[in-house]
């Protein structure tokens, strides 16, 4: 991590915890937080949609902030199954996860989609969690700079640096995900250092020197230190090790004592 940018600990808790599991784990959260004071990191949870209500409520007046984990381009429309960003903003969302690879892999989205997303997102002044990251084959195939290349200049299309002052990425190696692999160290910063060199040649140093670029993939207690100190590591999407206090908070530490 670097001293000039706050590190994020994000939880995305995919298809885990109704409005029930809510309520009891963010209090449960808020509490231990207001025992640690001033963190020195944010700290975003990203429940299902059925509890962001619950999760909106239960974090009033601490710093956790809450995420959406996808929208729709469009603000209104038949596309069942679908919310917008309008309808995030109205419930209180700060932020929304975009471009999953789950999204990915089990739902059809394209660089394309994920673009449309994102502009939706910031059009509602919520800033985007955008995620990138190679499979196993595209790395075996020494294809993984021309991914993160290809869904970079994509997924970002048409947006400009002020436009993107909001946004945070995450790199998620698509064969770390709940496998329990995580990307060595070495791994993890080489694809971090060419994500930001992507944005200072896009965007200049100025941005890629303030822009937060998080890690995703089997990010556990027990190795969330060594992930962390990597120089471009600002912070961590943590899927499986986020659903408990027991360990998201001690990686929520390891954030803020860095
Ligand atoms: P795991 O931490 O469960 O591997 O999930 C990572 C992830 O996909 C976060 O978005």
Redesign the pocket.
Known sequence: MHPDRTPVMAG?WKLHKGIHDTGGYVRELVQALKERGDLGCEVIIAPVFTSLAVALQAVWGSPIKVAAQNCHWEETGAFTGEISAAMLKEVGVSHVILG?SERRQYFGETDATVNGRLKATLAQRMAPIF?IGETIDQRRAGETERVLERQLNDGLAGLGAEALSTLIV?Y?PVW???TGEVATPEQAQAAHAYIRGWFSKAHGDGFANRVRLLY????KPDNVKEILACPDVDGC?????SLTAESFLPMIDAAASR
């Open positions: 995305n999953h995620c995450a998620e770390a995900i709940g995703g993939g089997s990010a999407l943590i899927g499986g090790a």
